[in-house]
């Protein structure tokens, strides 16, 4: 078995229908990947976004319906975006109609035009984490409380009175919850407050080795040990068995192969096992591969086949 787990991550605001996502869903699940991901913004970003955007929670219920083995969840929700209490609701909801395999990413949110662009608040940036700090003690209040009993929380943003606490979801105590960033201080001491996993988004191997060790560094002042954070890495992939290959899949996600090469997956079969090793050395046990072609199988096919053997130890 290989001891690092691989991901399906996908962006559907750049274009996707409920339908192109399940053929990704299904296709993960039957190449053996670990897990389908998505991200969850309203707005597409350098295209016009057609048909448009899906709700990322609406999409992983229902797929929670149509797969099996999988573990779904989001890289990341935007707290903007949705009350706590609410959120709670809907996450509880997916993870119970998937049968316990959900996950929530959830992070402060970040683009401000999507927010223009629906109508939804976007305060300060030091309000938005403020308002993040409190939806993870709201919603891991919730999910924790003990059936019969009730939660109260009062915040500086958010008021919680007598609430029922319903309902549980299917993992107990709660789902994994990820957090993740580029964040210097925030960041990583809500990991290592709320977090199962930290992921290090788009990073090249000394960024992210850095911000591993700046959550460690957080676990270590919480009391908690760091080996009970699982940590984790985004990558773009693009790979290809020859030269014309990785081309024409560069060209269909327009990006620049060389700096896909420096930050993402991308290459050769050999190429994208060794940027997963050098992830993996420093620490990193789970690998996001963002797949931003919906109509290309085939590379997740060639991924299957010619990496993951390849990362068998």
Partial sequence: MTDVDLRVFIEPQQGATYDDQLRVAQATEALGFDAFFRSDHYLAMGVDGRPGPTDSWLTLAALGRETSTIRLGTLVTSATFRHP??????????????????????GAGWFEAEHAAYGIPFPS????????EESFEIITGLWETPSGRTFDYL?????????????????SPRPPIIVGGLG?????????????????????VHAAAEQIGRVRAACARAGRRPGTMTFSSALV?????????????AEAIGRDLGEMREVGAAGTPDEVVE?????????????????????DLDHLDLVAKEVVPKLIR
């Fill in 125 to 132: 940036v030091g309000e938005r984490f403020d308002r993040l």
């Fill in 275 to 295: 940027k997963i090793e050098a992830y993996r050395e420093i620490g990193a046990r789970r690998i996001y591969l963002q797949v931003l072609d919906l109509t």
């Fill in 184 to 204: 210097k201080q925030r960041t990583p001491a809500l990991a290592a407050r709320f977090a199962d996993e930290f992921n290090t988004v788009f990073m090249p």
């Fill in 237 to 249: 992939l693009c790979c290809g068995r020859t030269d014309a290959e990785l081309a024409r899949r």
């Fill in 155 to 171: 915040g500086d943003h958010y008021r919680i009175a007598n609430s029922p606490a319903l309902p549980k979801p299917a993992q």
């Fill in 85 to 106: 209490g609410a959120l709670a609701i809907a996450v509880a909801q997916a993870d119970q109609m998937s049968g316990g395999r959900v996950e929530l990413g959830l």
